[in-house]
């Protein structure tokens, strides 16, 4: 089995899908054009295609094994979902659970899901169509959401989200595990156990948040959406276009980047493709990759 040990904890990379997502200036605007030409050994090919300057990027999961329950950090896309905005999304069909499967669990074995916040590409499969209904993917599970994402993502709150990436998503899936009664609402931080904690980590989205993992020698921080590209190590500044407060954004992403080239930390962000995993050292008011972690993918 594919798979790294980090204290007690076991972790496998789940892959939905990877590729091009979006042309580099629609992605990351502020971001000068000169930046990424001087930063191609870094990005291509896993992060910027090598002649169509399109940001490369995975949908994921990181399925963790500790104290003995099976812990699902963000779900992807999912599939059959409408998704008008996203054409490759729309009506997806890709075969995540047997993904799921090769890695040793099927659904109703899966404990925890950890939704780091509620945007559309980490909610998808918290539900799957069963005879025209939107269920609960994971019967046994309960499903952490952030509080302030949970309201803010609600459509009775939110008049900017029809006709937006993430419209129907609240509907199909998060609203039905809520009425199911798996999901559990939380603020600030959270203990998850003894190897794992929640904390908030706003900017990306209201209630955007972070895991960090400290067992035995070993720390880690699954970063969520603080990163969407290497050259944010480089550029910590710049946030990307589906940044809800960009400027808050960079606050966070500076905090955490600095506890992780402090504590030596395995970073391990929602959507890098390639390895997947890195330990970063500050290099003056940036960051540099120390190393790649040699992260197989399911």
């Known amino acids: 089995m594919q798979e790294i040990k980090l204290g007690d904890v076991t972790v496998i990379r789940v892959e939905e899908t ?3 997502i979006m042309p580099t200036g629609a992605f990351f605007p502020a971001m000068p054009d000169e930046a990424w030409r001087a930063h191609r050994d870094l990005l ?19 399925l963790l094994r500790s104290e003995g329950r ?17 054409p490759p999304w729309h009506q997806q069909q890709v075969a ?23 945007h559309v590409d980490h909610v998808g499969w918290n539900t799957r169509l069963v005879d025209g209904q939107w269920l ?34 609240y509907d199909d899936s998060i609203a039905p595990v809520h009425a199911a009664g798996q999901v559990r609402l939380w603020e600030d931080s959270y203990p998850i156990d003894g190897n794992l904690r929640l904390e908030a980590a706003p900017g990306h989205t209201p209630g955007h948040a972070v895991i960090k993992l400290r067992s035995g020698g070993d720390r880690a921080l699954f970063a969520g959406d603080i990163v969407h590209t290497p050259l944010q190590l480089h550029h910590h500044a710049h ?23 402090e504590t030596r930390s395995l970073v391990l962000p929602a959507h890098f493709s390639g390895h997947s995993a890195l330990e970063i050292n500050r290099h003056g008011e940036s960051y540099a990759v120390k190393r790649w972690g040699a992260f197989p993918r399911y």
């Open 136 to 169: 609960p993917t994971f019967p046994n599970a309960t499903y952490l959401m952030p509080a302030a994402d949970f309201h803010h993502w609600n459509p009775a709150n939110n008049p900017g989200i029809p006709g937006s990436v993430n419209e129907n998503a």
């Open 18 to 20: 990877h590729g091009p």
């Open 44 to 62: 291509v090919p896993d992060h910027l295609g090598a002649d169509d300057g399109m940001v490369h990027v995975a949908m994921q999961s990181w």
């Open 96 to 118: 995540y659970l047997g993904r799921l499967a090769a890695a040793g669990v099927k659904p109703e074995d899966i404990d925890l899901v950890v939704n780091t916040h509620l």
């Open 239 to 261: 946030s990307s276009c589906f940044c809800e407060d960009p400027a808050q954004a960079a606050v966070t992403r500076r905090r955490l980047l600095d506890w992780a080239a």
């Open 70 to 86: 099976n812990i699902l950090i963000d779900t992807g896309i999912g599939n059959d979902k409408n998704r008008p905005a996203v």
